[in-house]
């Protein structure tokens, strides 16, 4: 595929190539937490996992991709690949959710193939990496991003060599050097789409106005402060708009995608960038569909006018809260003014606003929450939606919540940012989950919402997922009652995973601070 477009490196041929054994098999795990809401929120191919997986390729590695959450794959399917596959190394992109299964795949990994390498990655490794290595089954944890460092592991570098890598040694956990940012994300190839199939994903039912869909980044990090979340101050870098159009114009082209998702944590904070991707994409002419986030702070009518030329009709801004206390203590001190003139020059252009909304923040009583409900009433914004905050190790949040004696407890199988996970003592967690089922009542049951949902459908797909969708924000359910086969990852317990003695950490560092410093102590 990668002649065809400028940035996307050509695949070279592997002459050392086993034909019976692969060099790495990269898996996806399952998101317990997510089981019943999957409906809700989108399933679409990791990126993270799809960019290592491209750029191994383009230096002559064979890799095969694993998504065991969208392809609900249980631990004999996982046992079946491996058998299949005989990967030499295996790669496990781990999110909080997703840490238990990882643990248990790490195990049933070196069962199958106990001379593999198991190497873990991804945000929830990065901030607890002395953990992970508990777990005698990973060998070695990368920190920050992948693509780089995974050839240098396919290449048999000894693992005091590669830079931004954790690893066991007879002295305990040795963190090596933090690798320097890569600031041109030109560098990687495109993610390597052609690896996952893509009837197997699809967008959240409010986000698309055509299909089929896929997700994408310009930009990765974000200058933001928020405490709760795991981009806060991680390195802002950029793709060039005209490698972004020639991907877009690749996935048009080859795939028929005419929907694209970015997930560029805040996709307008580099105005220029922005503007000139907006004027290049509307160049092409293509018949393309695209959503994006924005910060309240970062939107303007030159931003929009483009973007909605360019194809945007949706865009996503985090509020967070309608309480200036709140925004304040979470990092996030956006006037609402600044609010209400981004939803209003977004629809003077014709794009829509989909707000999302935290509850049971650090400090939170049922008036603060009160106080976003009626912002969410007031704003005008199309969509809203709102999640529990969840203490992700990283983050601050999770720092201030350990320290505070807060945690409730730290099963991974319950951070899907639909639990309340901190025990508080000016709010307990019946009044938030009480408080949640008021707002979305109050938000959803309107006859202004329902006609407004009515008008933007367009195909038979997005009723039907709008009729799923009720019970879980209209009365409060939680799991998917009929089981699946993602039961055999639920109820795993870390404990039994950490067998390798090594000091726990007292305190956890922040995933930037580690990405600041590249030294995460005793994390
Ligand atoms: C796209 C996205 C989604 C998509 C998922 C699509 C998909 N399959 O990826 C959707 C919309 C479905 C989604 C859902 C949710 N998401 Co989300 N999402 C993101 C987002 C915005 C981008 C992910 C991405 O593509 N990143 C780009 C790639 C290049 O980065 P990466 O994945 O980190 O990978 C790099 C490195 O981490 C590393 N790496 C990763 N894996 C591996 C593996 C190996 C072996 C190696 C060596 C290296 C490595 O190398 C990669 C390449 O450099 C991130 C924020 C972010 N900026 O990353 C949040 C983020 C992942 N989501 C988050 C959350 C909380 C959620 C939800 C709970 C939200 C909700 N309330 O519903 C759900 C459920 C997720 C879950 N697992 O439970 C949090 C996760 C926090 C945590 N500690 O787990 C994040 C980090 C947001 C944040 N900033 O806090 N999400
Ligand atoms: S919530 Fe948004 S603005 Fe804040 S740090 Fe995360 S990505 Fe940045």
């Known amino acids: ?31 317990p937490a997510a089981k019943g809401r999957a409906r809700l929120i989108s399933t679409l191919p990791p990126l993270g996992v799809l960019s290592i997986a491209s750029n191994v390729e383009h230096h002559g590695y064979s890799v095969e991709v694993c998504d065991a959450h969208a392809y609900q794959l249980d631990d004999n399917d996982i046992r079946t690949l491996l058998r299949k596959h005989k990967p030499r190394v295996v790669g496990l992109s781990v999110l909080t959710s997703q840490a238990l299964a990882a643990h248990s795949i790490a195990r049933i990994c070196k069962q199958e193939l106990p001379n593999c390498t198991v190497i873990a990655g991804g945000v929830h490794a990065e901030a607890l990496p002395v953990r992970m290595l508990r777990n005698s089954a990973i060998d070695a ?29 007879e002295d305990g956990v040795v963190h090596n050097p933090a690798r320097p940012v890569n600031m041109n994300l030109d560098e990687y190839p495109m993610p390597a789409y052609h690896l996952v199939d893509f009837d197997m994903y699809y967008p959240g039912a409010t ?5 089929p869909a896929i997700n994408l980044m310009m930009t990765r990090g974000c200058p933001g402060k928020c405490t709760f979340c795991n981009s806060a101050k991680t390195t802002l870098r950029t793709r060039s708009p005209e490698s972004m159009v020639a991907q877009i114009k690749h996935l048009y082209d080859e795939y028929g995608i005419r929907q694209f998702q970015f997930y560029d944590d805040t996709f307008t ?30 939107f303007s009518d030159k931003i929009a006018a483009a973007m909605k030329k360019a194809g945007c009709h949706q865009v996503l801004v985090g509020v967070e809260t309608g309480n200036p206390d709140i925004a304040n203590r979470i990092g996030k001190p956006i006037d609402h003014k600044k609010y209400k003139k981004a939803v209003e020059i ?27 409900l009626k912002m969410a009433l007031n704003m ?29 407890h730290e099963s991974w199988d319950a951070y899907g940012q639909a639990r309340v996970l901190v025990n508080q003592p000016q709010i307990d967690s019946e009044t938030i989950y009480r408080f949640e089922k008021h707002f979305n009542r109050k938000f959803y049951m ?24 009720v019970p879980y924000l209209l009365m409060g359910m939680r799991s998917d009652p009929t089981g699946s086969k993602w039961d055999c990852w639920e109820g795993l317990n870390e404990d039994d995973f950490l067998d390798v003695a090594l000091a726990e950490p007292t305190i956890d560092t922040l995933t930037h601070t580690i990405r600041d410093t590249g030294l995460p102590n005793n994390t």
Request: positive net charge.
């Open 141 to 169: 944890v990368v920190r920050g991003d992948g693509e780089d460092a995974m050839v240098e592991i396919l290449a048999n570098t000894h693992f005091n060599d590669i830079t931004g890598l954790s690893h066991r040694t």
């Open 346 to 372: 977004a629809h003077r252009h014709g794009i829509e606003v989909r707000a999302s909304f935290v509850i049971g923040s650090l400090g939170e009583t049922w008036d603060t929450m009160n106080d976003s």
């Open 207 to 211: 986000t698309y106005r055509q299909l």
């Open 1 to 31: 595929m990668g002649g065809q477009i400028p940035f996307v490196r050509e695949t070279m041929t592997n002459e050392k190539r086993n034909p019976n054994a692969i060099d790495l098999l990269l898996i996806y795990p399952p998101w």
């Open 380 to 408: 005008d914004f199309d969509f809203v939606q709102l999640f529990i905050s969840t203490p992700y190790p990283g983050t601050a949040m999770y720092k201030e919540a350990a320290e505070r004696g807060w945690l409730t």
């Open 446 to 469: 309107r006859r202004k919402f329902a006609k407004r949902m009515l008008k933007r459908s367009t195909n038979p797909r997005q009723f039907r997922d709008y009729a799923l969708a």
């Open 269 to 298: 904070v580099l105005k220029k960038t922005c503007l000139e991707f907006c004027e290049r994409l509307t160049a092409e002419n293509l018949n393309v569909s695209w959503i994006g986030f924005i910060r309240g702070d970062c």
